[in-house]
């Protein structure tokens, strides 16, 4: 149900007068129900009634009320267009799913518009490639007329709108090379065709031509619609421009990474300045000038560590940068590889959503998995929409009440069986999205220790003195928290046409607290000072209290002592927010037969932080786990135990 259900509460009492009203059974299962009762409780009755509703609340008074039921469905849908709340719409996305068009079967366009085509043969010229094809003694057998024939149909016919849209960039690229057009077609279309192939040529060179040309565009990771903006600049051949690229190298295969520097290099000869933040070593070691930034994370960055070419950075003994590029510090190639005979298996049978060809693929389980290819190869279909999602739902579908009660919604790609489900309790996809959408969350809410660290002040002399439990010391709720800002630290100027402007809170000068609680203190710091510690200094200071203690040292391992306890969840970034969600992972009590899956793990990471990152997943595997990671990232795959 897409509700909340319990017989007493809002939704039950409606469900419950629905059910009265029309004499539909409460005590049967839903496929059990007549046609017509199913009807009903999905989209209502053709002609609703008005139908009285009562609702006991807990303090005992009783409501009453009509309502005119036009079905769940239709609740759903009044409830997503009306509402203001985005978690609210992607709450009800879940029940929603996407289909083609039933008129125009996902082209988009009216049949009219489908009938104009380009690169077709005229009906002369087939009807003689045709005969010509058909007295060839030397054609293969293998080929039937049939199948020669449908081919020579669409070289006539050509190809429309539609099925252009549908291509690839590198298919269109070829397309377009090859389009034969009579001496009148070019005096038409020259100007505007050489125009497409530059356009499409560009596309290809930043290395994109896996893409459709229909992709939508919110299925496009960020670092593919970073690339699309330059090859639009690349295009447009302006001079004197300063263009900055934040970690263009997102996502991109080797393969495609030498097209991309090449890229930027052309855009450099053209007369323009380029300045990419990257930590790709390719990149770095063809950079006019380095600037390397340090020497560490957060408080121990910020300043300038060595800067020049790739010699002055190799030179430079405090530059942690330069002691990779020299080879001095490197991620080693394992001595050991942990064995997959006589392991158990994950089989994905029959894998054939988008571009995946019929594949079965093998998953050796309690082993470090790298899954690798080029660019749109169809990576992430096998592993999130395929395996993660068929998982998920089969693990729902066997245990009842797993993960709070509710069921897997998300379809999965489409493959014919998985085999091995039995073998797997969860499955964790930990990506890069944030830990929370509002600043009141932060790694101590996250983890999990912030409750640990309220009962502890609640439990000193002072806080027992005046008679404060561990509630006082929530900014989420009034008593304890400053009023003024209500417990967010700040005030939020809004600038109608301009971006809001936050400002420091003039009561609690960003502590969050009022002065009542902030006089309780524990080892002569109160909780607005634990809240502003970096996890290694809560290290030290919690070391007597392994409840606290042992999450902060697991972030600290995973490469996060600079962080505050209490940083705003919307200023980490997003390699920041994966760590904090792999800490949380390891500090909970070790179960094995979990199934971890990453994709691009090392997204924004330095050499050093993927070193610490591929610590933390080969414990993950040390503890019975499973973890599976889509990489492009050398360093990753050859730590690998199955590729």
């Known amino acids: 149900m897409p509700w909340s259900y319990k017989p007493n509460n809002y939704q039950g009492s409606i469900l419950r007068a629905v059910t009265n009203y029309y004499r539909i059974p409460d005590n049967v299962r ?149 389009l034969k057009l009579s001496e009148r077609e070019k005096m038409i279309a020259d100007r505007i065709l050489k125009e497409v192939k530059n356009r499409l040529q560009f596309l290809e060179d930043v ?26 600049q690349i295009g447009s051949q302006l001079v004197g421009v300063l263009y900055i690229l934040d970690e263009p190298s997102v996502g991109l295969h080797a393969r495609d990474n030498a097209k991309l520097l090449e890229t930027l290099q052309k855009l450099r000869d053209l007369g323009n300045t380029v300045i990419v933040i990257e930590h790709d070593e390719e990149t770095i070691r063809r950079a006019d000038h380095i600037v390397d930034i340090g020497p560490g994370a957060g408080r121990w960055g910020g300043g300038i560590v060595a800067q020049g070419r790739v010699e002055d950075i190799e030179k430079e003994k405090k530059s942690i940068t330069g002691k990779y590029l020299r080879g001095e510090a490197k991620i080693e190639v394992p001595k ?36 690798t290819g080029v660019s749109g190869s169809g990576k992430s279909t096998l592993v999130e929409d395929i ?102 630290g700040f005030l939020k100027v809004e600038m109608q046409f301009m971006p809001d402007v936050f400002l420091p809170c003039d009561v609690c000068k960003g502590k969050r607290y009022n002065r009542e609680t902030l006089e309780v203190r524990y080892k002569g710091k109160n909780i607005a000072d634990v809240l502003a510690m970096t996890v290694s200094e809560g290290r030290e200071f919690f070391e007597n209290y392994p409840r606290i203690f042992e999450p902060l040292k697991v972030l600290e391992e995973v490469g996060l002592g ?52 591929l610590d933390v997943l080969h414990r993950l595997v040390d503890a019975g786990n499973t973890v599976i990671v889509i990489e492009h990232n050398l360093d990753v795959i050859k730590t690998a135990d199955w590729i």
């Open 336 to 371: 050991f590889r942990r064995p997959v005979k006589n392991k158990k298996w994950l089989v994905v049978k029959g894998a054939t959503e988008h571009n995946l060809k019929n594949i079965t693929v093998e998953f050796p389980l309690k082993t470090f998995i790298c899954v």
């Open 562 to 613: 600079y962080i505050s306890l209490g940083q705003a969840a919307t200023t980490l970034s997003g390699g920041e927010a994966q760590r904090i969600k792999l800490a949380s992972e390891l500090s909970r009590r070790a179960t094995g037969n979990t199934l971890y899956i990453l994709d691009e793990p090392t997204t924004g990471l330095h050499f050093d932080d993927v070193k610490k990152l």
């Open 30 to 178: 839903f496929c059990d129900l007549s046609e017509r009762q199913r009807k009903i409780l999905l989209f209502g009755n053709e002609d609703p009634d008005e139908i009285e509703v009562r609702f006991r609340t807990k303090t005992g008074a009783v409501w009453r009320f009509d309502i005119t039921w036009n079905g769940i469905l239709g609740f759903l849908r009044e409830r997503y267009f009306k509402t203001d709340s985005e978690a609210v719409r992607e709450d009800i996305e879940k029940y929603m799913s996407q289909s083609p068009c039933s008129v125009c079967r996902g082209s988009r366009y009216k049949p009219e518009v489908l009938w104009v085509t380009i690169g077709g043969e005229n009906r002369s010229q087939f009807q003689k490639s045709f005969e010509d094809n058909q007295s060839n003694k030397s054609e293969s057998t293998s080929s039937s007329p049939a199948a020669n024939l449908k081919k020579k149909k669409l070289n006539w016919r050509g190809v429309n709108i539609s099925e252009i849209s549908a291509m690839s960039i590198t298919e269109a690229l070829d397309f377009f090379k090859s």
């Open 207 to 232: 290395g994109l031509g896996y893409l459709t040309l229909a992709r939508s565009a919110n299925t496009l990771a960020g670092g593919e619609t970073q690339r699309i903006r330059l090859a639009s």
């Open 387 to 488: 395996l993660g999602k068929g998982l998920s739902s089969k693990i729902m579908f066997t245990r009842r009440g797993f993960g709070g009660g509710g069921r897997f919604l998300e379809r999965p790609g489409r493959h014919k069986e998985i085999l091995g489900a039995q073998y797997v309790d969860k499955v964790i996809s930990i990506d890069q999205s944030p830990i929370g959408r509002t600043p009141r969350s932060n790694p101590a809410t996250y983890v999990g220790f912030f409750t640990a660290i309220r009962e502890l002040f609640a439990m000193t002399k002072d806080a027992r003195k005046r008679g404060y439990g561990p509630g006082r010391f929530s900014f989420n709720i009034a008593g304890g928290r400053c009023d003024n800002c209500r417990g967010e």
